[in-house]
């Protein structure tokens, strides 16, 4: 069995960690894979999505042709309002993320430790180095997550004991949802929360960079095809 | 999401002794008098309070100092022309004073609710308002170092609000009340009306709802001032 | 020859401070005698008045009974508004003062010594302590001025080598206007820039508490009867 | 007192070689293109340029780094879809580069224009970005030391802006714009519409005159995302 064919794909993690997010809730989706996040909340919530460049309560892409450029989101794309929303500058914006206002951030990931340290920004391989909000970001959410595939594309572990790569923030990170489990950080530990069904404990741990703690109850990570 | 509470008393309920409550106003203007006396009611002792004066007559904060229920106060000018309820507790021993200038608690606030633990500002170096203070040098100009300032409760008076917790503010009512709002664990908000969310322009929201956990209405609310001149006492 | 004969009255000081305020310029007006600067500005100009609470470009005060007292200046007293005005909130109100954008700033005092430090806000003598926004007044205008009596109320100096009083700041103060003289602070010293004809320097300086130093220009102090 | 200039080329002429100049917006949202043209034509170089982005395509900021004027450039992200022109410069060596988190960049703009000389955030804390700064712990969390950081000028765009230079800005375009103009010692604003002292509702004020030296009218500015999908070329 090659974990290829048992993984979630991307959408597939986005909406496990949707499923956590409750209603009311403020969140800050980062660049790229976790914006999928926005689309999965369950029937009767309704989260309040905050984006770095001055928007409280935006909601789904406009149509294409229907653009206004003076209102995007962090990732430069175009948004919508919902009724409620609010423009703010920069500051305030940051003020937002940093004074622990947000209930939720969730981020990508290139590496996450077991001590909660998130690499998310550089690759350390020289080019153009870029950070954005991803610093901030990290701190002041009530709870930071990570969503990602479990290994890398090489097959690496993206879970490990310390990070190899440029960190983002140091002990950060409470939740990780990746393509095979959610394992939440807790005392400075990886603790297996939910994995596939189709996996064992023992080939999880065997593509992770670092022990899994395995408590009394392991649920089963069951996630519909969505896309 | 529905943030609106049906009464003031509900609002107030839930603030324990103990609790560290700002206040919002400046003198009369944008004091959230109807939370206040609810507070009263409501009972809760030994509170610190973070106001910018002591009140004022008795009614509102005074009123609440009046009835025994702060055992410290946070504020830049307990003085004023009505200022007799707290003089004499103060001068009796009866009540803290943590004496602030009033720049370096607006400033306080918003480091606070921007998760800024600590800055540094020209105000009060070389004062004794500093002493003890941490000091550093930048860029050649002496600076006294300041911590956040954060609370359990903000008891806020704004215009409108919508059930999101957007508010807007009513001139120079809006004072401490939007930095408050951003700086305590719990803000309930009193606004003159509740409107459908969207009915304030996004563009004119001065406190967006993330700031705000609790809206109540309170139609055509008292003014301090406009009570201190009827010569009011509350309760 | 008593000096209470020629000094000049209080609204005689604030017209003398109102002349060196340029068209334009961004004022903040201390709480009780200096707001009466204002009434006396030159033909021609018009300042722009900030108050602590969070308004700039306030007028004059509304008639009695047309009071709205959620307009109202640092002092607790009605105004109104001009075209232009903007609100604000406290941290708003304070980076103003703080952030140098002030173009003038005036108080009054209890002493002011030669150094420019300035006390204003506590007599030192026990009751209830009060500062308000004093110690932030005297920072960051790009100007801070006095207007007071040249000497107390039994006749001791205010301009002095060493304040006694507890201090609202350190070496903040540029100019003073007194009830017999302009005197700029300079490099440490006590400048003498005008004084009353009727005026010897030598009286001047017998009731001044530090050195005045003499340039080789000495105006006349020269104000019109004013009310 | 009117703030009022008849052209953007008269309100950049009085930028010289050398000035440090934060530029407004975020991505294409908010960027003042028609001064930053004007600053092209104007010519002059060897700038430090604040601002989110490095630019992109072949107008606005990617236009005056193409036309060798930035010595150095501030910002938090200098990638994206068509960063070409900083790329190659940038790994020419051509231009310097202070990388600096997108929040501590507004922050420390905020500080600048509010005389904090320096403040503590927990962000950056244990990343390279943090090297060599001071640190510190409070309540047992560390934090970064961070500087002020301010400009000779700030080129900004907003919507609404009177001759007093009371300013409105329009969607998410607002996002730096409002922190550069207190961090600036000049701002000059371009704005779509000069209205008369009193149209802009004084609650409605985003940024209150005092921060504003002049401001110049743009009807219709060209918005740089609309202009990149046209590929459009300055000059």
């Known amino acids: 069995m090659s974990l290829d064919d048992i993984k979630l794909s991307n959408a597939q993690i986005a909406w ?6 409750d209603d009311g809730a403020y969140v800050n989706l980062g660049i790229g894979f976790p914006e999928m996040v926005a689309k999965f909340q369950p029937k ?6 905050h984006t770095e460049n001055g928007v409280l309560n935006f909601g789904r892409a406009p149509a294409a042709g229907e653009e206004d450029w003076d209102l995007i989101n962090a990732g430069k ?29 969730i981020l990508g990931a290139y590496e ?31 709870r930071v997550a990570v969503i990602t595939d479990h290994v890398t594309k090489k097959g690496a572990p993206k879970l490990v004991e310390a990070c190899s790569l440029p960190l983002t923030g140091v002990g950060c990170v409470t939740r990780v949802y990746t393509s095979l489990a959610v394992v939440d950080i807790e005392g400075g530990r990886f603790v297996l929360r939910e994995k596939l069904a189709a996996l064992s404990v023992e080939d999880l741990q065997a593509v992770t960079g670092a022990e899994l703690v395995l408590p009394d109850t392991i649920n089963d990570l069951t996630v519909p095809e969505v896309d | 999401m529905d943030k ?14 103990g609790a560290t409550v700002m206040i919002g106003g400046f003198g009369g203007s944008g004091a959230p008098i109807e939370l206040i006396h609810a507070l009263i009611d409501h009972g809760a002792k030994n509170l610190t309070v973070i106001n910018n004066n002591a009140g004022n007559g008795h009614v509102g904060l005074a009123a609440l100092i009046e009835q025994g229920q702060v055992a410290k106060l946070i504020c830049s000018f307990p003085r004023s022309v009505d200022p007799k309820v707290f003089t004499d507790l103060y001068l009796a021993g009866g009540i803290e004073l943590e004496l602030v200038p009033q720049g370096t608690l607006a400033e306080r606030m918003r480091a606070g609710g921007a998760g800024i ?28 170092q300041e911590r956040w300032l954060k609370a359990d409760f903000a008891l806020i008076k704004a215009e409108l609000g919508d059930p999101l917790g957007n508010l807007t503010y009513r001139m120079a009512a809006r004072n401490f009340n939007p930095v408050m709002a951003t700086a305590a664990a719990v803000t309930i908000a009193q606004v003159s009306r509740i409107v459908a969310p969207g009915e304030i322009d996004p563009e004119s929201v001065v406190t967006p709802g993330i700031f705000v956990k609790h809206v109540v209405e309170v139609a055509n609310p008292a003014q301090e001032e406009a009570l201190n001149r009827q010569e009011a006492v509350y309760p």
Chains 1, 3 share one sequence.
């Open chain 2, 4 to 17: 609106t509470l049906s009464s003031v008393a509900e609002a107030v309920a839930m603030i324990p002794d």
């Open chain 1, 16 to 21: 496990r960690a949707a499923q956590d997010i």
């Open chain 1, 44 to 49: 009767g919530r309704e989260a309040i999505f």
């Open chain 1, 112 to 142: 996450v430790a077991q001590t909660g340290d998130l690499a998310n920004w550089s690759t350390g391989r020289g080019g153009v180095p870029a950070v954005g909000g991803a610093m901030d970001l990290v701190h002041g959410a009530k």
């Open chain 2, 117 to 144: 633990p600590a800055f540094y500002t020209p105000t009060s170096y070389g004062t004794e308002l500093a002493k003890d203070k941490p000091t550093a040098e930048f860029d050649g100009k002496m600076y006294v």
């Open chain 1, 77 to 105: 794309k175009a948004i919508t309002l919902k009724p409620g929303a609010a423009f703010f500058h920069h500051a305030d914006s940051f003020a937002m993320v940093r004074g622990g206002h947000l209930d939720v951030a």
